[in-house]
């Protein structure tokens, strides 16, 4: 089982910071979601500037960058410029990191609220051709638009190519009722990826908990997904940076390695 961590869950960590802890934790990966206040991957030094010396330095870690997470949305007009500019900037990073994923969003929101499927497919089959032959596969969330993991399912066997789908097991259950084995059923071998969280509705809003602390019958969806041969990463995205109030990230990231350990067995 392939663990890593959203960096939105540390966004006063530095990189050093960040990788030292997903070593000592024992995680196998990290995603990037920003590093302290450059939220854009293509500026973090890092990931360009100082590449090789990264490279170097995740290969004596024996830790990988999982994914890159692009945030402008691909359904939304007004921004198409921005969108495909960042989509393709994000994939020349990530290919000359050796980075397999790179995640996109029809909307910005994780629920329904609009977007043009039309464009969204257009630009999302534009960036799966610039990435061909880069080492790098565009992936989308369930989130926005597809909610419904057959309308994605149906998109992603229209756009073809190279592509797949970044399941994250809070989104279509908690904003479509979606059941989870309905999700597997309907996504099958397009699953690439996968965002776990949990949460409860308190006060009629969800509101973010730690792994087995809410209602989100995550459970279920990773024995699911794992009887079904899946091998990609569990990736937790604690969603610190935009919710001060949660929990500190040490305290997150360990329980959540000492929560999936129930599922390496």
């Given at each position: 089982m392939k663990l890593s961590f959203s960096t939105l869950g540390c966004p006063d960590w530095s990189f050093g910071e960040i990788i030292t802890s997903a070593k000592d934790l024992g995680y196998q990966g990290v995603e990037i979601r920003g590093i302290e206040r450059e939220i854009y991957a293509p500026a973090i030094k890092e990931l360009t500037a100082e590449r090789e010396q990264t490279i170097e330095k995740l290969k004596a870690l024996g830790i990988e960058i999982a994914m890159l997470t692009a945030g402008t949305p691909l359904a939304v007009h007004g921004v198409?410029?921005?969108?495909?500019?960042?989509?393709?900037?994000?994939?020349?990073?990530?290919?000359?990191?050796?980075?397999?994923?790179?995640?996109?969003?029809?909307?910005?929101?994780?629920?329904?609220?609009?977007?043009?499927?039309?464009?969204?497919?257009?630009?999302?089959?534009?960036?799966?051709?610039?990435?061909?032959?880069?080492?790098?596969?565009?992936?989308?969330?369930?989130?926005?638009l597809f909610l419904d993991s057959k309308k994605l399912a149906?998109?992603?066997?229209?756009?073809?190519?190279?592509?797949?789908?970044?399941?994250?097991?809070?989104?279509?259950?908690?904003?479509?009722?979606?059941?989870?084995?309905?999700?597997?059923?309907?996504?099958?071998?397009?699953?690439?990826?996968v965002h776990l969280k949990d949460s409860k509705i308190e006060k009629g809003a969800p509101v973010y908990k730690m792994m087995g602390y809410g209602d989100i019958p995550l459970e279920k969806a990773i024995r699911l997904l794992i009887e079904s041969g899946y091998e990609g990463y569990f990736s937790l995205e604690w969603v610190k940076r935009w919710n001060k109030e949660l929990e500190e990230p040490g305290i997150v990231f360990a329980h959540y390695v000492n929560y999936m350990r129930q599922f390496d067995k």
């Open positions: 198409q410029e921005q969108a495909m500019k960042e989509g393709r900037e994000y994939i020349d990073v990530a290919s000359s990191l050796g980075v397999k994923y790179i995640r996109f969003l029809s909307t910005d929101k994780p629920y329904f609220d609009g977007g043009d499927p039309d464009l969204c497919k257009r630009q999302f089959a534009e960036l799966v051709g610039y990435a061909q032959g880069k080492g790098v596969t565009p992936l989308i969330e369930t989130n926005g149906d998109f992603l066997d229209e756009v073809g190519g190279d592509c797949g789908a970044l399941w994250d097991v809070h989104h279509p259950y908690r904003f479509n009722d979606e059941p989870v084995e309905k999700t597997i059923e309907n996504l099958g071998l397009r699953i690439k990826y």
